[in-house]
């Protein structure tokens, strides 16, 4: 069975930092695209950022770009997201998703949009302070 597991959320004021991690049991991320989206309350879920991992493609939302990076540990068949500046419209839930299978023939921004992930976690909280 599939698990995604994050952590790494919190409260921070803005201009903060704070990195996120998503674990996966059951499961190893390279070879497929891994995305991170976040939800805040009343609003849309949106698609922030994708890799494919071990790979080189990736694709972060205009609204993040500059100020988070994804990431990817092999080793310890983990994703991260590294989220710096922070401002108060980042407040969200945040999600980590995973292809079940990798689609390496679409490009990044693609994957995200359609947001056609097969796991997704529980989510981690971010609220950022003005």
């Known amino acids: 069975q599939v698990q995604l597991v994050e952590t790494g959320g919190g409260s921070v004021q803005a201009g903060g930092s704070l990195r996120l991690s998503c674990a996966a049991s059951g499961y190893t991320f390279g070879g497929k695209y891994i995305a991170w989206f976040r939800q805040a309350p009343g609003k849309e879920r949106e698609g922030v950022a994708v890799?494919?991992?071990?790979?080189?493609?990736?694709y972060y939302a205009d609204s993040v770009n500059g100020r988070f990076t994804m990431s990817h540990d092999r080793e310890k068949n983990a994703v991260y997201l590294q989220m710096n500046t922070l401002k108060p419209e980042d407040t969200a839930m945040y999600y980590c998703?995973?292809?079940?299978?990798?689609?390496?023939?679409?490009?990044?921004?693609?994957?995200?949009?359609?947001?056609?992930?097969?796991?997704w976690g529980r989510g981690t909280q971010v609220t950022v302070s003005s």
């Open positions: 998703a995973a292809q079940q299978t990798g689609t390496p023939w679409i490009s990044a921004m693609a994957a995200l949009a359609s947001a056609r992930f097969d796991y």
């Open positions: 890799i494919y991992a071990g790979g080189i493609s990736s």
